[in-house]
């Protein structure tokens, strides 16, 4: 309106100073209201797509993993302060933690690290959900699943051979998590360079999701896609059989009568999805993640240097650990990172 407008216009010409992204959230930060881990959550909260996007978001914004994060790091402390002592006083008689009870600590400690650090499996699938690429040959009905998956007619279908040429990415909701299905063009040997390079999009499709669906229209077909991350066998068109054919190995489906629950369901399961609203902590940051992976390798440092009974150097690398950890929750974050994550709020809050 002309009016708010003309006010914001006069409250700038007199010295108003417009507010960055995150302002208010960061000056909360800065004077000691809220730590990094609570801001974190609140944006995951608000980009939260599925029930456990938003339940994990929650727990970080409730300072599950910020108060975990203390917790260990007050061990840490404990242990530095005792390592110093035997570092500066040698000759004195006190009653001082051993060797062996400082390592018993740090192993500990780091085992609550890698705990935490297992959990960002399901972290992933809770914010991003699963990323699942479906791949075969021409034909046989990659893209007609990938609309009965989405309950949707969203990618094109016929009966001509190299239909889809690019990869198509889509989500669909399940239970309380998502999947990002990736429809791939059929592989086959072709001279035809367009095609060539879809083949070559749908393998690193494959190669960067998180399973692969190796659809079949053969019930004999025990051919393997070749990549790195697990596939699920699919035989698609049982529809065209009266009696059904032996596959074991094989989801059994149609994408034309649209009986493909039982892809989502198998999906569901081998995530452990269903664990999501029982677990306490989640991590579901890469940054996070990072920091953990990093103190807990500062922490097989100290452990390393225990066994070999150099003191000094179990001291530095416990306290470089400390210093790791306090990233997470921005006691040791440096600027940069602190701004990056204030900017992601909406305009001043
Ligand atoms: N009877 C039957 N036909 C199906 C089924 N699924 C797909 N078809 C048919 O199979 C043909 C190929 O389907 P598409 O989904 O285009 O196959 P595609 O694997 O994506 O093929 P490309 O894109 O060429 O790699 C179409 O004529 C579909 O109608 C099914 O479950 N049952
Ligand atoms: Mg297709």
């Not at 992204?21 to 608000?46: C, D, H, P, Y």
Request: glycine letters at 6%.
């Amino acid at each position: 309106p002309a009016v708010v407008q003309a006010v914001i216009e006069a409250c700038l010409k007199n010295g108003a100073v417009p507010a960055q992204n995150g302002e208010f959230s960061k000056r909360a930060f800065v004077n000691g209201k809220q730590n990094l881990t609570n801001a974190e959550g609140i944006i995951e909260m608000i980009e939260a797509e599925t029930a456990s996007a938003a339940k994990a978001g929650a727990a970080l914004m409730e300072n599950k993993l910020g108060k975990k994060i203390v917790d260990l790091q007050d061990r840490l402390l404990d242990l530095v302060s005792a390592g110093e002592v035997v570092l500066d006083y040698p000759e004195e008689d006190l009653e001082m933690p051993t060797g062996k009870q400082i390592l018993h600590t740090l192993q500990e400690i780091r085992d609550n690290l890698d705990g935490l650090i297992r959990t960002s499996t399901l972290g992933k699938v809770a914010r991003y959900g699963i990323d699942v690429a479906i791949v075969g040959a021409p034909n046989v009905g990659k893209s007609s699943l990938l609309n009965a998956l989405l309950a949707e007619d969203r990618a094109i279908v016929s009966d001509i051979c190299g239909t889809t040429r690019d990869t198509l990415k889509e989500s669909v909701g399940y239970k309380d998590i998502k999947f990002n299905f990736v429809d791939t063009a059929g592989l086959r040997k072709t001279e035809n360079v367009i095609e060539q390079e879809g083949i070559k999009r749908a393998i690193a499709a494959a190669n960067s999701a998180d399973v692969v669906l190796n659809v079949t229209d053969n019930p004999a077909d025990r051919s393997v896609f070749p990549t790195i991350k697990p596939q699920i066998r699919v035989f698609n068109k049982c529809d065209l059989y009266a009696e059904l054919p032996c596959c074991d190995d094989s989801l059994i489906v149609s994408a034309k009568s649209g009986n493909v629950d039982v892809i989502k369901e198998t999906l569901y399961d081998m995530f452990c999805a269903g664990d999501i609203q029982s677990a306490d902590v989640m991590v579901t940051s890469e940054r996070h993640l990072e920091c953990l992976k990093r103190a807990e390798s500062e922490i097989n440092d100290a452990i390393a240097a225990a066994n070999a009974t150099t003191m000094d150097i179990v001291v530095t690398s416990m306290k470089q650990a400390w210093a790791t950890l306090g990233e997470v929750t921005g006691t040791s974050a440096t600027e940069d990172v602190i701004d990056r994550i204030y900017s992601k709020f909406c305009l001043g809050k």
